[in-house]
């Protein structure tokens, strides 16, 4: 256990950490991207400075769990979010990649949501990622699901290709909103509706997906209507933030993710403050 630190296991592996010495009110769930892995390092390093609590579990690809992001409910956030706003005054959503392009679509609908933290996040809704119940790739289906529905999402180009080994899927998804154009309107994530504080942070060297100007159009889409955004971006970084003091993460899918250590450390250093802010820490 990390000094200072009370951890106390949660479903699917787990955590939930809080500061021995109370802390600012703010609950804060903190779920990894593709990968499903469990965000321990990040929950300790956000109980350390001071949130009243961070939980963070196995999200998909565990025992008992489906294999991929295929039509996931996102009522399946819903039990997590209303354990922090139980205990805290107010709970934050940050996410990563998929997990951010989930949280931009779940917090619309949910009014114990405060403010969402989306690294390398999404403007629109995408195809799954990873197999069905039947264990299949295709055909496609969203990776989300509402009330028991499929959200309305953007599919894959599969005649486009990945460049590199290992891949790099930026140009993948690129291709697919020219290939899809139709389907991107229905598709986009309505990020209007939460009226709560938006933080984006993007590299401008993530080959995973062209995450800043996926940044940039939620950005564009809340700013026309004067809701609470900022963009934190670096030309160089890629698609993994770290933020101060976290190690390099591990594990995860087969691909480029663009940048550097240093570069990726280097947006993280600039976008803490700012999330320092949005958790109203000192």
Known sequence: MSVGLRETPWAHDGVLVEPERGGNGTGVLVLSGSSGRVERERARLLASASVSAALTYRWFGGEGQPAGIWEHSLESFAP????LA???DRVVLLGVSK???AFLLYAADDPAVDAVVALAPSHVAWANVGPGPDGELRPQHSSWS???QPVPFVPYDDDAEA?????????VYAQALRTHA???AAATIPVERFF???LLVAGGDDKVWPSVTFARAVQARRRSLDLPTTLVTHPEAGHRVILPGEPVASGGQHMARGGTEAADRALGERAWPEIRRVLDLP
Not at 80 to 83: G, L, R
Not at 163 to 171: L, N
């Open 80 to 83: 997590a979010v209303a354990s």
């Open 86 to 88: 139980e205990h805290c």
């Open 196 to 198: 709560g504080d938006v």
């Open 182 to 184: 139709g389907r991107v």
């Open 163 to 171: 460049p590199g080994d290992p891949p790099a899927y930026a140009p």
């Open 99 to 101: 997990s951010a392009e």
């Open 146 to 148: 509402r009330g028991g």
